[in-house]
Structure formats: C-alpha cells, structure tokens
C-alpha cells in the first residue's frame, strides 16, 4: 500500500500543480483582458457576470445533477432584490451583493422544496414555470418593478467609499473580475469537498447514496441553494453595473442561453462554464454585429458539434486531440 501511495503522489501533485497554473492562467487572461480591449470593458464586464451565472448552474446541472430551465429566477430575483435596496435603502454596492446572494438562496430554496420532488420532464417545466412566475410578478408590479419598462434610478456609491463606478466602466471590470474570482476559489472549495463529492455521488447514483445513508432530497435543497445564492451574486453584478435591471433578467431566453453556454464549455467542471461563455458570448458579439438576424445559426452549429463529436465539451477538446494523435501512425 505504501508503494501505491508513493506512485501516486507525483500524479496527484503534477495535476495540482497543472490546475493551479490554469487558474493563474485564467486570472491572468482576465486582467490582460482589460489592457488589450479597453473600449470593450462593457462588454467583458458582461461576460464575467455570465461566468457566475452559468458556474451557479453547472453546480445544480452538471454536478448534482438537478435538470432545470429556471435559472433566471434565482439571478433575477438577485438583480431586483439589488436593485431595490439600491434604490429604497443603501446603494453601497457590497451590501447590495449580499443582499442579491440572500434573495437568490431564498428563492432557491423556496421553489426548490417542490421542484426537486420532481424528477425529468416534470422537474424542467416546473422550474420554467417558477421563473415565469416571477416574471409576471415583476412585470404587475409596476409600482415597485417599474414593469416591462424595468428598474431604474439604480445609482451605486463607490466601492469601500474610493472607487466610484464610471461611465467607462474601469471599476465596474475589476469589480466584477474581483467577485468572480472570489465565487470561483470557493466553489473549487465547495466540489472537492465531502459536501461537492455527495452531490457528484448523488448525480451518478441517489440510489446507492440513500443506501448508505445520505439524506438525498436534503442535499440536493443544500445544493440548489448555493447555486442560487451564487446566481443571486450575478444577478446583483448586473444591477449594480449596467444600473437597470429588465425582465429580461427572468426570462426563459436567459435560462435556455445559459444552458448551451454550459453545454458547450463542458458539464461538471468548472473550468467548461468558463470557456463555454466566453466561447458563446465572443460568437454572439461578434455574429450579431455581421448579421443581427441570423447569428443563432453559428451558435446551432457549434452545438451539434459538440453533442456528435465533443460530447465532454469544448474543455474536453485537447483530451480528444491527445487521443486522436495516439490513434494516428
């Protein structure tokens, strides 16, 4: 057995040391990012909030396993919950997040009591139905959600009282690359812990897992909490930034995006949810400037490339190359 634990140590160290110089790596594309593409800082500060959005949704789909078309909800419910505070009681921005974090759990948690009760076709349009909900609230609600017209008066104080929000958007990137950065060292926390390794077990078997004593439906409502108090977090981020939160936020077309975004970087790892919206929103970007009517078909494209010959995602593409150089003479 000592044999064994020897041979495999070095393994275990080269692969934390290759994930630590990816994370470096990440960090360091994000702050090159704002040097290289400084006209661009709205845009880029909009992919890093997506990049919650879709992490918070990879920890329900891909690794509990939680199967939903909802997740607007729980981001919206952190933009209106932002917004309102902002507007009604404290526009410190830090405060504002923790307020959004608290409305996305609760709301998560609320609906997750019945949805996860569910199970396949019926757990997806019961989460559809839970965002379309809000959204009718909020679209009724005119008084308070100022309706299809949005949130607006949103107006953020500076940043621990030094960083004001400016028109460029400088504070606003390194604000938002700050909080996802922060969101990003703790779900690596969270998935390899005891409490991320049940939700994986869960996903590949509950069964096996009641078995031997994992209050299941317990910890899939544990689950879908954390991810919606990360996705309240996004949806805050956006508030707080663009200063105008729509009902577009709770939309189905959010929830469906994020979705693909997700598929295309790569389930149950959080490296894909990076890669796949940055892969998905820099299409968009640059699709919809050429024709504004027709992108979606690129984004059709790449998916059925990746359900037929990337099944593992984008994230999954140098294993496959490695695999194809093996096989060739």
């Given at each position: 057995m000592d044999t064994a634990i020897r041979q495999n140590r070095p393994r275990h160290g080269l692969l934390t040391f290759r994930r630590l110089y990816l994370d470096?790596?990440?960090?360091?594309?994000?702050i090159a990012a704002f040097f290289l593409f400084p006209d661009s800082l709205g845009f880029l500060?909009?992919?890093?909030?997506?990049i919650i959005m879709v992490l918070s949704l990879d920890l329900v789909l891909g690794y509990a396993g939680i199967a939903t078309l909802g997740h607007a909800a729980l981001f919206?419910?952190?933009?209106?919950?932002?917004?309102?505070?902002?507007?009604?009681?404290?526009?410190?921005?830090?405060?504002g997040l923790a307020v959004g974090a608290v409305a996305g759990a609760v709301i998560a948690f609320v609906s997750g009591?019945?949805?996860?009760?569910?199970?396949?076709?019926?757990?997806?349009?019961?989460s559809i139905a839970v965002a379309q909900i809000l959204q009718e609230i909020a679209s009724k609600e005119r008084a308070i959600t100022g309706g299809s017209d949005g949130l607006l008066g949103i107006s953020m104080e500076p940043i621990f009282g030094i960083y004001a929000f400016d028109f460029v958007g400088q504070t606003g990137y390194w604000y938002a690359l700050t909080v996802l950065t922060a969101v990003f060292v703790l779900l690596k926390i969270i998935v390899a812990s005891p409490f991320g390794l049940a939700a994986r077990g869960i996903h590949e078997?509950?069964?096996?897992?009641?078995a031997i004593g994992t209050p299941v439906y317990w910890r899939l409502v544990a689950i879908y909490t954390l991810a919606g108090g990360v996705a309240g977090i996004g949806g805050a981020l956006s508030a707080q930034v663009t200063e105008l939160v729509s009902l577009?936020?709770?939309?189905?077309?959010?929830?469906?995006?994020?979705?693909?975004?997700?598929?295309?970087?790569?389930?149950?790892?959080l490296?894909?949810?990076?890669?796949?919206?940055?892969?998905?929103?820099?299409?968009?970007?640059?699709?919809?400037?050429?024709?504004?009517?027709?992108?979606?078909?690129?984004?059709?494209?790449?998916?059925l490339i990746v359900v037929y010959f990337l099944?593992?995602?984008?994230?999954?593409?140098?294993?496959?190359?490695?695999?194809?150089?093996?096989?060739?003479?």
């Open positions: 470096l790596a990440l960090i360091g594309a994000g500060t909009r992919v890093l909030i997506m919206g419910s952190g933009a209106y919950a932002a917004g309102l505070f902002a507007v009604n009681f404290s526009a410190d921005p830090l405060l009591l019945i949805l996860l009760r569910a199970q396949s076709l019926t757990l997806l349009m019961l078997s509950a069964e096996r897992m009641r577009d936020a709770l939309g189905f077309s959010l929830s469906a995006e994020a979705l693909i975004m997700l598929i295309l970087g790569g389930l149950g790892r490296y894909g949810a990076i890669f796949g919206t940055v892969i998905f929103m820099t299409i968009h970007h640059l699709a919809a400037s050429v024709d504004p009517f027709n992108w979606l078909f690129v984004i059709g494209a790449l998916v099944p593992e995602g984008f994230i999954g593409l140098p294993a496959r190359a490695r695999k194809l150089m093996r096989w060739s003479p």
